[in-house]
């Protein structure tokens, strides 16, 4: 049984950085992407970034490029989003996913996901 956990939310003011955790229990397996989607309210759940645990590729969203980077530890099987330069429009509940599907900016090729963590960004 895989489950992932996220930490790291909260409130911030615009400018400023969060980073988000994601620990894995559980094996994933083999060549799964491990990616992180948003969700605003009122709005559909969408794409931040993704990280490919063999190539070590990397796929962001246009509006988070030069902001948000995406990375991982091995040993902790956990993964990370390091939110910089934040704005009043990253505002959404962040979760993140494990999948093996493509493409992998898509939420239904995920098949794990995580319970989520809200980050707002106001002054």
């Known amino acids: 049984q895989v489950q992932l956990v996220e930490s790291g939310g909260g409130l911030v003011q615009p400018g400023g950085s969060l980073r988000l955790s994601c620990v894995a229990s559980?094996?994933?397996?083999?060549?799964?992407?491990r990616g992180w989607f948003r969700q605003a309210p009122g709005k559909e759940r969408e794409f931040v970034a993704s990280?490919?645990?063999?190539?070590?590729?990397?796929l962001y969203r246009d509006s988070v490029k030069g902001r948000f980077t995406i990375s991982r530890d091995t040993s902790k099987n956990a993964v990370y989003l390091q939110m910089n330069s934040l704005r009043p429009d990253d505002t959404a509940v962040y979760y993140c996913?494990?999948?093996?599907?493509?493409?992998?900016?898509?939420?239904?090729?995920?098949?794990?996901w995580g319970q989520g963590t809200q980050v707002t960004v106001s002054e």
């Open positions: 559980g094996r994933i397996p083999t060549g799964y992407f």
């Open positions: 996913a494990a999948g093996g599907q493509l493409p992998n900016d898509h939420a239904r090729s995920y098949a794990y």
């Open positions: 990280f490919n645990w063999n190539t070590l590729n990397t």
